[in-house]
């Protein structure tokens, strides 16, 4: 498979994540202003806590994140490092968007990239 294919079909399978926002801040203990991302599906076991803003890129246990919610004005945007190849995203939170599992895209994020 081509890298063109391979990117097209990491940008469909992560819009998939966008279908159903829903709203952050009655979902999960994160406070307003924060990113935050957790270990567990259902928003259990927090892993990172974060109030960056464009142009960061905020690092994560790797492979661990499995839920999030975004109570910044700003887009998060969770990446996979790979070797020799460029990151991929494999999760995208919009401002006052929760994700409360990641599905077949969780434990891959090793950092966020904040638009």
Known sequence: MRLGHVLVASAVAVAGLLAVPTPALADAPCDGGFFCAYDNPGFQGELMRSNEGPGAKVNVADDRTESGVNNTPYVWVAMNRRFLLPDVPVGIWL??????????????ADHFDVN
Do not use: V
């Not at 599905?103 to 891959?108: E, P, R, T, V």
């Open 95 to 108: 401002p006052g968007q929760s994700i409360p599992g990641m599905g077949s895209f969780g434990n891959k």
